[in-house]
């Protein structure tokens, strides 16, 4: 009888382990924003020799609730939410450099420009500085971004441009991935409209 006994109750323990084991929290999900990186086409590549404007994009300043791992949305006028599973494979302030830099390599002329994440001690021919002030919306959406950017070129302190702007962009299906990929059109639309500055400013620069 105490085997028995004994043999219940290790079942017992074996059988609360895995019910224990299949009521664990489930993995955390990660995402990325994305850009208008092409091909990679060789098409429009300088020649030996040719020289090439160099672009800086920095720094990038985000509103202070947007600095969590967690994707942030907005669940009323003065109230955000986090989420605990779907984070931002890297600070959202990394992945909004790197899509900025993406971008203006595909939408500045290609062969003209070097565009580079901004460092203090770069020499760049134009650096554009921005401040997002908001990147959120429901998680039904739209997100809407808020930003204002400065154009620096021809010294570091040389203001050529600067502007604001209110970006707003519906959903296209739902859950994080569809806010994920609204984010992307967002600073999409914002990079097509500093790119047709730094286009003019470089030309000015470079006389």
């Known amino acids: ?10 079942l017992f323990f074996y059988a609360a382990i895995h019910c224990a084991a299949c009521g ?9 924003l994305s850009s208008l990186a092409g091909s990679g086409s060789e098409e429009g590549r300088p020649s030996v020799g040719q020289q090439r404007k ?15 791992p967690g994707i942030t949305t907005r669940s009323g006028p ?21 899509v900025l ?3 203006m390599g595909e939408l500045l002329p290609h062969g003209r420009y070097v565009v580079l994440p901004w460092l203090e001690a770069s020499a760049l021919d134009c650096r554009v500085q921005l ?3 908001r990147f959120d919306g429901p998680l039904e959406g739209p997100v ?10 021809g010294g570091a302190n040389t203001v050529r441009a600067s502007g604001e702007v209110s970006i707003t962009e519906p959903l296209r299906g739902s859950g994080y991935g569809a806010t994920a990929d609204a984010m992307s059109r967002a600073l999409a639309g914002l990079s097509r409209r500093i790119a047709t500055e730094v286009g003019t400013v470089a030309d000015a620069v470079g006389k």
């Open 1 to 10: 009888m105490r085997l028995r006994s004994a043999g219940y109750i290790a």
């Open 24 to 32: 664990g929290t489930p993995p955390a999900r990660f995402y990325t």
């Open 54 to 68: 160099v672009l800086g994009i920095g720094p990038v300043a985000l509103a202070g609730y947007l600095y969590h």
């Open 78 to 98: 003065n109230t955000v939410s986090r989420a605990e599973l779907d984070r931002w494979g890297s600070p959202l302030g990394d992945e909004v450099t790197r």
């Open 101 to 103: 830099v993406e971008n």
């Open 131 to 133: 401040t997002i002030t």
């Open 144 to 153: 809407v971004l808020n930003a204002s950017w400065i154009l620096f070129g």
